[in-house]
Structures are given as C-alpha cells and as structure tokens.
C-alpha cells in the first residue's frame, strides 16, 4: 500500500474520538487505508447487499457481532444505524470503536449531526497527492500526463489505462450514487451537464449558461450540482469578500476533485492531446488548487482557500488565508516565468498592504526561483 499522507491523522482520532469517520470519492482509498490502520477490526460492507439487509432489518443483531467495533463500509447506505451505533459507543469509554467510511457527503454528515454528534472526527480522503505518488515513484515525468492520469488509485496500483477506467468510474460510480441520492430521469441531460461542468473548470459557476447550453432551467443545474458535490465529483471555491475598497466578484469557481476525471470529461484522452489543448492551462489551475486542498484536509485542517477577483479584472488564482494575512497565489501552466505575472502580484499587494502574505507563483517549468516579489515553484516541487 502506498502510504497515506492522511494516515496520521486518522491514527490520532481514533484515539480522541469514539468513532472515525473516512469520507471521500469512491475509489479514493478509503477502505484500503481504514483496514491497514484497524487491520485487527473485523470489516463489513453495506454494498454487500446480504450484509446491508442483515443491518437494515436488524441493526442490533448486526452492531452485536462487533463487541470490540469494526469497520464499516459505506455507512450511509443504513441511515437506521446511526442511532444504534450511538447507544453501542456510549456504553463504553474507549476511543477509536468503530471506523466508518462514506462517499456521499451530505448523508453522512446529516446522520452523524442527528445521532453521534461529538462522537466522530473526520477525515477527508481524496485520490493520490503528487507527495504520495512521489513517494511510491508513481508520480508521471509530464505534467500533461499529471494531468491526464489525475490520482485515483486504481489508475496507478492497477496500472488502468485513465480513459477506460474514467468512463467505468463515471458508468459505474456516478449514475450510481447520483440515483441513489436523487432519482433523475434524464441521465443524458445530467451527463451533458457534467461535462459542460468539465469545460468551466477555473472558472465562474454561471449556472444560467450551463442551463442554457444544456436545455434545462437553472433551479435543476443548481440541484445537480449540489449533488456532484455531495458525491465528491466537483465543488465551487468560494471568493474572498475583502474588498480592499474594490467591487468584489460573488460568484463561486467550479473545480474538480481530480483533475483527470475532468479531463476525461472535457475529451482529452492522450498527452499530445493535453500539450495542445485549451483548457490546458485551466486544468493545471484545477490540479494546483486541489493539491492544496489534498494538504490542508491531510492534516485534518479546513480548507483556507479562496480566490478574489475585482469587477476591474484583477483576479488573484488562490488566496490563502493565513490568521489575519492572504498569501496570493497565481498558477500558470507556461513553462517560462513572464514578468506580467509579477506585476499582477505587485499590484494585489499594493491593494492589500500589511495583509498580503508571500506571493507564491506555481507555475509549469522546472526552476525554482527566490525573488524578491515571490517565491516561484515548479510544478514539479509543489508537493514539497
């Protein structure tokens, strides 16, 4: 197994909180990494239909067969569960009872809220990091090929061709989840939505244009949106709201959580493909912004990132929010460092003054530089 960057974290809880609960995308490791830190816990999937209708019928029964706790699979499949799983916790001191893993958000969260709230503390898993498959020498020599492959897995340990594994995920997983958190009908519409999704990766949620381009009404985009969320298909980084006496953007940004799935979605399948794409330069912007995510969720912390954007044109990629500063920073997939991209930075630091932290610019050449205006990052040192 390769090692998890999360598995500390997930070794701590279990010794704060009574239960551990795993939460990602399918296929992101979740299970792979609840049995290597529990390896002595007995294990119990609820896709398996035999052992969802034994939890289903007979929650008590079923939570009796695991006196020392266990593993659970998919929780969220047996809402009923959760209230039993209570009383079977409360009745002992020990942390770190039961490990439950989920890959639809909202359900989870919503049953732990009503029945084991202050009992659970969370880990949010999703695919490799470039630090993890660095670290298991998977890491691909290319950045097209960074980006084509995205992190998932199976991809790497399987050695899965990305194309033929994206469309089985998308097949298998998410008309699967999506049906089982809202039944759609037009499964080709939602389809052409995703992928309309796919296409405006970094850049503002207008929801109205993908209605448009789609033949449905905005009220249903924002619904199935809500829904990729839930199943940790995409998500909307939110803008910063200090002005800095600027008219400020409102609207949210659309990325994915693996940027391979969104290239699979938008077409690409080769990196002659990807060297030469349009929104080649987008998905980098994608991958870098869920690398710093995959880091702050690895440590158990909340997300601190933003974007800002002036109605002016002034836009920042990433705001980090550190304590009272915001580190900016700008991600360009150029593999040669261009002067205009200092200036943009020179001028957000003008506006911000003591509350703009050290400038980062990630960008996709191979040289580190330590200027005077900022600290300028290959792509391939990101992960350090």
Known sequence: MVPREAEPLVRTLAREFKVVAVVGPRQSGKTTL????????????????????FARD???????????????????????????????????????QFVLTGSQHFGLMQRITQSLAGRVGFVHLLPF??????SAEWLPDSLDEVLLH???????DMRAA??????????????RDVRQLRNIQDLSTFHLVLRLCAASVGQLA??????????????????????LEASFILFRLQPHQRSFRKRLVKTPKLYFYDVGLAARLIGIESSA??????????????????????????????SNLFFWRSHGGLEIDLVLEQGQLLAPVEIKSGATVVPAWLRTLRR????????????????????????TDADIVPWRQLWR
């Not at 009796?64 to 002992?92: K, W």
């Not at 207008?206 to 829904?227: E, F, H, M, P, S």
């Open 129 to 134: 990091s470039a630090g993890e498959l660095h």
């Open 150 to 156: 995205g992190g998932y897995p199976p991809i790497f």
């Open 273 to 302: 493909q990807m060297r030469t794409h349009s929104l080649r330069g987008a998905l980098f912007e994608n991958w870098v912004v869920t690398e710093f995510l995959k880091r702050r969720w690895n440590e158990g912390k909340q």
């Open 34 to 53: 609840a049995k290597t830190v529990f390896v002595a816990k007995p294990y119990a999937s609820l896709e398996d239909l035999d052992v969802l209708g």
């Open 348 to 371: 957000w630091r003008e506006l911000a003054g003591e509350a703009a932290g050290r400038p980062l610019i990630v960008y996709g050449g191979d040289q580190a530089q330590q200027r």
């Open 162 to 175: 990305p194309e033929r594994w994206y469309n089985a995920y998308l097949n298998t997983y998410v008309e």
């Open 58 to 96: 007979d929650p008590r029964g079923f939570l009796g067969q695991f006196p020392a706790g266990a593993v659970i699979d998919e929780a969220q499949r047996c809402p009923d569960l959760f209230s039993y799983l209570q009383a079977v916790v409360d009745r002992d001191r020990a942390p770190g």
């Open 206 to 227: 207008d929801l109205t244009r993908i209605g448009n381009d789609a033949g449905v009404d905005q009220k249903t985009v924002r619904a199935w949106l809500n829904l």
